[in-house]
């Protein structure tokens, strides 16, 4: 009788290479799918981020005979190529921040590593300062420098005014992306380590296949009305020397509340000091 046979799609199996280099400067190739006889890979994953979230990985490999034991003592650079043809398409470098050793009785001995690409160097780091009607790209440049990370930042000016922003030890990615948020940017740290920055929207990649149950398991998309918020109240700081008088701004979608009711948001942000700065 006749029969089927599942043929693997090509895009199952990517081409890869995984590095990691020692403090010292040693290279450590840990998995290479040309050489799957010496590759050590049981399991590896990488996300990708925008704006305030950094990327991570985390990677498990064989550890029979103690090949790793001490080899690595953390923040090691790690770098991962990955593409469908051989292996030369870098997707990730990062640092290796977390080092643990595992023995179970069907996986024998691993060693679990993880850690976050470069924007992890910009949440390590805090900022503070205020900008008024300053350009997004001046105010970027600004946090990078003061950073003073290896992360590098040289694009051209956005020509989007932020008419007043205020930082306050918070993390410098928070505060990339805060300026992102009100420039209506997207933001995020290359494998070059360099901060990328692009207006919402502007990037499309059509590079890639997304097709459900070959390399889609699950997928969500779809409304949440309780996230809408069509009635904003902003208070922000005291305008003079008076306790009794601040600076009140109020935004509203009349289409919005026909839709979905009136649902309020208010805003209580001493940082704001001037009325167009609450009203933006």
């Not at 006889?37 to 990677?59: Q, R, W």
């Not at 360099?194 to 889609?216: C, D, R």
Request: hydrophobic fraction near 40%; charged fraction near 20%; aromatic fraction near 8%.
């Amino acid at each position: 009788r006749t029969g089927l046979v599942f043929v693997q799609p090509r895009y199952f199996k990517p081409a890869y290479k995984i590095q990691i280099i020692r403090n010292d400067g040693t290279v450590d190739t840990v998995g290479d799918s040309a050489d799957v006889s010496s590759s050590n890979v049981i399991y590896c994953s990488v996300i990708l981020s925008l704006n305030d979230v950094a990327g991570t990985f985390s990677l498990s490999l064989n550890n029979d005979n103690g090949r790793f034991t001490n080899l690595w003592a953390g923040n090691e650079r790690i770098d991962i190529w990955m593409d469908f043809a051989n292996a030369t398409t870098k997707v990730f470098r990062g640092r290796v921040e977390s080092i643990k050793y595992r023995l179970n009785v069907g996986g024998g001995h691993v060693i679990l590593l993880s850690g976050r690409d470069g924007a992890g160097l910009l949440q390590d780091k805090t900022v503070v300062g205020s900008f008024e009607n300053a350009d997004a790209a001046s105010i970027w440049t600004n946090i990078i420098n003061s950073a003073a990370t290896a992360v590098t930042y040289s694009e051209a000016a956005t020509g989007v005014t932020i008419v007043q922003i205020s930082f306050r030890d918070g993390s410098s990615l928070q505060a990339i992306n805060s300026v992102a948020a009100k420039a209506a940017y997207d933001s995020y740290v290359d494998v070059n380590l360099a901060l990328q920055a692009f207006a919402k929207g502007s990037v499309t990649n059509s590079a890639e296949s997304a097709v459900h149950k070959l390399n889609i398991i699950d997928l969500e998309m779809g409304t949440d009305a309780r996230k809408v918020k069509n009635f904003i109240r902003v208070y922000g700081a005291n305008i003079g020397n008076s306790t009794n008088c601040l600076i009140v701004k109020t935004a509203e979608n009349a289409a919005s509340q026909s839709s979905y009711g009136t649902k309020n948001f208010v805003v209580n942000d001493s940082s704001i000091i001037t009325g167009d700065a609450a009203q933006e």
